[in-house]
């Protein structure tokens, strides 16, 4: 990226541009010298080349740039002023900072709002639930539309959850379970409808196994899935490889979503490239189709409005800014959102854990004893590197992978807050 790039964002990008259009017609007009008018030219084109790389569209005048073309910039690595960066995709997700990805400013490159006490207290009072402690703890911190969700239910007009999974290893780890425990407590408190997508179909596409493994693995994970205790007669967990086939409707939604997206487009928001194979292309359509009410007539009786709210770690939010830019264009409501932080590795918290690499993961299968000596070995500490030091400076709780699991799972408010007392 040039540096005119990353000072810019698309609508700035946008204004200039129309202002350096303007400033061409006017040296026309004005029968300038030719040299001058060739300069604005020149600046004009290039203006227009940083705003196609920037927002993956053609520039038009009077047309600024819509949601989508906002998320384009997101994508990249951003410089972080504290030195660090940030590298947050569907596929990556990385930082130099200990603590973490500076999720305060991702909610700033990804446009989203962030989850304030406000909307915590809101969600009480409509739910009429204590709140979960994720949402508590600013593990769930950020959101788009929660607030029209909770106006119209606090109206009788419900909403249905949607969230899934990518199949990618028979095993899942705990942090895997994240959406999926708190998805539970949303259908608990708000006794709705819930559809999980598992995504056979993304990870045969993009990882190096074979179609009846990845169908196999959804069928395994689903067994892990259905564990955690969704309501049986409210919930719909399938197999894209299964539903895509058996559902017309399904179908004919992943079908509009396709004509209404254009390949530069999910360049701009995917960062695909043109040796990309066009299932990996196209595949976005697949994961935005269950936002919509109509893609389950079995469910919803045909009804195209019900409003869906999705709940994901952070990382899923492009798949859903397409999504809610074209939902508009299809006469559907776009979805609303509710993201996650991501859940660190046991070596801390500059990555997410991952199966992919076992050292990094604690998995559901573990035993106790395993899950110990993973701990013991493999967790970051926020301890100092002697006892002696440790008592005097106290440990850094902020980075303390144990510690920051225990934000994830101790229930107890005190109790967690005893603990992080007793190691700073
Ligand atoms: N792409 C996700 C993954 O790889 C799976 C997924 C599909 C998903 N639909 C979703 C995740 C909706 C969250 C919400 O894990």
């Known amino acids: 990226m040039t540096d005119c790039q990353e000072a810019n964002s698309p609508m700035e990008l946008y204004e200039k541009l129309t202002a350096q259009g303007d400033k061409v017609r006017a040296l026309k007009t004005d029968k300038a010298e030719k040299a001058e008018v060739v300069a604005a030219v020149q600046m004009l084109l290039k203006l227009k080349v940083d705003y196609k790389q920037t927002t993956g569209q053609d520039y038009k005048a009077g047309c600024p740039p819509s949601e989508t073309a906002a998320a384009v910039t997101d994508n990249g690595p951003a410089a972080d002023g504290d030195g660090g960066e940030d590298n947050v995709d569907p596929w990556n997700v990385s930082t ?32 009429g639930q204590k709140p979960h402690r994720f949402l508590r703890r600013g593990i769930f911190f950020s959101h788009r539309d929660m607030h029209q969700v909770l106006d119209a239910y606090e109206k009788h007009k419900s909403f249905y959850l949607y969230t899934g999974r990518g199949p990618s290893s028979e095993a899942m780890h705990v942090g895997h379970l994240i959406p999926f425990i708190f998805t539970k407590w949303l259908q608990d408190v708000f006794d709705i409808p819930l559809v999980i997508q598992l995504t056979d179909d993304e990870k045969y596409l993009w990882k190096d196994l074979s179609l009846e493994d990845c169908h196999r693995f959804a069928v395994e994970n689903a067994k892990d899935i259905i564990a955690c205790g969704f309501d049986v007669n409210k919930t719909f967990i399938f ?17 509009k979503i396709q004509k209404h997206v254009t390949f530069n487009q999910v360049k701009g928001i995917f960062g695909f490239t043109d040796s990309d194979c066009i299932g990996k292309i196209s595949f976005p359509a697949i994961q935005a189709a269950p936002s919509f009410s109509s893609s389950f007539p079995q469910i919803f009786g045909g009804r195209k409005d019900i ?87 106290g440990g850094n709780a902020d980075v303390d992978v144990s510690f920051m699991y225990l934000t994830f799972f101790l229930e107890d408010d005190e109790q967690l807050e005893k603990i992080r007392q007793v190691s700073v």
């Open 96 to 127: 130099t900072n200990a603590k973490g990805v500076d999720y305060d400013k991702l909610i700033v490159r990804f446009g989203s709002s962030k989850v304030e006490k406000e909307l915590v207290d809101r969600i009480e009072k409509v739910s």
């Open 239 to 255: 197999s894209d490889l299964d539903y895509m086939g058996a559902s017309p409707d399904f179908y004919r939604n992943v079908v």
């Open 307 to 393: 409003q869906c709210l999705i709940p994901c770690a952070i990382d899923q939010d492009p798949y859903f800014r397409m999504t809610r830019d074209v939902a508009p264009r299809i006469g559907y409501p776009k979805p609303a959102l509710l993201h996650s932080t991501f859940f660190p590795a046991l070596q801390g918290a500059q990555t997410k854990m991952s199966a992919s690499d076992a050292n990094t993961s604690i998995f559901l299968t573990d035993t106790p004893k395993q899950i110990k000596s993973k701990i013991n070995k493999h967790a970051f500490s926020g301890g100092k590197d002697t006892v002696e030091e440790h008592r005097k400076y």
